[in-house]
């Protein structure tokens, strides 16, 4: 490409060897296809597992972040090819569906595609690789149902919760942690969960971190916490039984609407100005007293005389309150937001047992704690740690774990990790394949080689010898028909997973499975690319 001018200075574009640039099509075009969506699953395989390895982004601003979620990474690179954005996309979707498994189901599509590819150079229509697919998908699923089990849990007997979210867990880097962790992502979901609808509002947990501390310092506090301190310095800091009243309306006086000028040329006009404007604040904080408030939240500002009056009044107060925390101080305290003052009732203020501000370190960071709360559906998860990437990486993984026990009280069936589950699959699907007797069965035959590639990571991942690691677990499972047997990735000495508690849910397995399968099916139906300067 070169610029050039014509006789009369405009500038135009020559296109060098325009003509020899060819459309991709047919076969071409989905081998091109299957090596993007390969690249992309090749980024991501070393990130599986619990010793699965993690990666840095660079933003354009400089930020730095580093991680080992799925999902993370696709949404920092910045991805061109098409195929590779589909593979992005898959990512996302198993991230809003189930909120764990996004490395898995990338690495299971990569392996999928891998398997196309040696099909199709096979001689094999790509139409009956994914009807194929399709079948094993079917099989997969099935098969993941009959060896699932139920997990029995309640309010008092979390431990089968924490052990699920605890194998998600090990393969972040707040690993060390993982119990604590576990423990507090399991009792924060337990807070907000209705049990009989099994059904979880996860908005309702509120994750805050601040840079400070050390990791095990994280905490769940049964409440709400406001990264703001009291608007003046000399109100009280600690505040027990608190009445609060929840504001959207701002501490001044009411602006006209329409364009005004005011003319003060006597010191009594300034004078009467200043009376007025102080019988609207004399009477905004008389209306909160007399209705029994003992604290003010308000999401707008007030000036300096509102803020000295408030003082003198002794009501403490907090400007600047965002929206999202004002709604969850409400649900969490039992109180309604009050958009005028004139609508304030005793019956709208919030209850909370304790309101303090609680300041960290040798800073002056402050924030506002709101405990004991009338009624605790909202929860916050504090987080400290070294520096920001930790607690942004550590809210990743709490939100996970988050997802994973969210997922176990909509459906409370589990089935194994550690590749456990893909091995078992991958020995039924296997069987399955010499059932059909048309040339789908090379496809699912293919399928449970694919099926193979997330316990060969994880061997690999965990510097085992790959290839000898599977055969072993595979004739085990085989061998003793027990579909628990994995992969040893923490070295602990045995291959059974029921035995090391690593557990996965069923749904976020079968989706897995079944997202994959479709992405794949999608890209090999793919035969032409079609650029914009071919139309």
Same mark, same amino acid.
Request: charged share 25%.
């Given at each position: ?21 060819t ?8 081998k #091109?296809?299957? +090596? ?94 994914a009807?194929?697919? =399709? ?17 029995d ?8 919760l924490?052990? !699920? ?49 050390k ?9 709400? !916490? ?9 109100m ?7 009445k ?21 040329d006597?010191? =009594?006009?300034?004078?009467?100005l200043?009376?007025q ?14 209705? %029994? ?36 101080i #409400?649900?969490?305290? %039992?109180?309604?937001?009050?958009p ?34 009338a009624? +605790? ?21 709490i ?7 969210r ?18 699959? +991958?020995?039924?699907? =296997? ?11 090379? #496809?699912?035959?293919?399928?449970a080689? #694919? ?9 690999e ?5 790959p ?26 000495g045995?291959?059974?997973?029921? =035995?090391?508690?690593?557990?996965e ?31």
């Amino acid at each position: 490409m070169a610029l050039a001018f014509d006789e009369y200075g405009r500038p135009f574009i020559i296109l060098k060897e325009q003509e020899q640039k060819t459309r991709l099509s047919g076969l071409e075009a989905q081998k #091109a296809n299957i +090596s993007a969506g390969r690249a992309v699953s090749r980024i991501l395989r070393t990130s599986l597992g619990p010793k699965g390895m993690d990666k840095m982004f660079q933003s354009p601003d400089g930020d730095v972040t580093i991680t080992n979620d799925g999902a993370t990474i696709l949404e920092q690179m910045d991805v061109d090819n098409q195929i590779a954005k589909l593979m992005v996309e898959l990512s996302r979707s198993q991230d809003y569906e189930i909120g764990d498994g996004t490395t898995g189901v990338v690495v299971m599509a990569g392996a999928l595609l891998e398997q196309a590819e040696r099909l199709l150079e096979r001689g094999i229509h790509p139409i009956r690789i994914a009807e194929g697919y =399709e079948m094993a998908s079917r099989i997969a699923v099935e098969h993941l149902e009959r060896i699932a089990q139920k997990f029995d849990f309640g309010p008092t007997n979390i431990e089968p919760l924490v052990q !699920t979210c605890m194998t998600t867990l090990s393969s972040k880097i707040v690993n060390r942690c993982k119990r604590a962790l576990a423990e507090i992502s399991v009792k924060a979901v337990l807070s907000v969960a209705d049990l009989e609808r099994k059904d979880v509002n996860l908005d309702l947990i509120k994750v805050e971190g601040k840079v400070g501390g050390k990791l095990e310092d994280t905490e769940l506090i049964y409440g709400i !916490t406001v990264d703001k301190d009291m608007s003046h310095p000399q109100m009280p800091k600690q505040i027990e039984d608190a009445k609060i009243a929840i504001l959207t309306c701002p501490f001044e006086p009411p602006k006209p609407k329409t364009k005004h000028k005011v003319d003060i040329d006597t010191v =009594e006009k300034f004078q009467t100005l200043r009376q007025q404007e102080q019988m609207y604040f004399d009477d905004m904080v008389q209306k909160c007293k007399d209705v %029994g408030a003992t604290l003010v939240i308000c999401q707008w500002r007030f000036d300096d005389e509102a803020n000295h009056l408030l003082m003198h009044q002794n009501l403490p107060a907090v400007r600047w309150v965002g929206g999202v925390e004002l709604e969850l101080i #409400a649900i969490a305290t %039992g109180g309604r937001i009050v958009p005028r003052f004139q609508e304030l009732t005793p019956e709208k203020l919030g209850r909370a047992g304790l309101v303090r501000e609680k300041s960290f370190g040798t800073t002056k960071d402050k924030m506002l704690y709101i405990e004991h709360c009338a009624d +605790s559906r909202a929860v916050t998860i504090f987080i400290r740690g070294g520096n920001k990437m930790m607690i942004e990486e550590t809210k990743r993984s709490i939100h996970d774990a988050l997802c994973v026990a969210r997922n176990l009280i909509r459906n409370n069936f589990i089935v194994y990790g550690g590749g456990a589950a893909e091995i078992s699959c +991958s020995i039924a699907v =296997e069987a399955a394949a010499d059932k059909y007797p048309g040339v789908e069965q090379y #496809a699912i035959g293919a399928f449970a080689d #694919a099926l193979d590639a997330v316990p060969v990571a994880l061997a690999e991942n965990s510097g085992l010898q790959p290839i000898e690691t599977l055969s072993a677990v595979k004739s085990q499972q085989i061998k003793e028909n027990n579909p628990h047997f994995g992969i040893d990735c923490n070295d602990v000495g045995t291959n059974d997973m029921c =035995e090391q508690n690593v557990f996965e849910t069923l749904i976020g397995k079968q989706q897995q499975i079944l997202l994959a399968t479709q992405v794949v099916k999608m890209i090999l139906k793919i035969d032409d690319v079609i650029s914009p300067s071919d139309y």
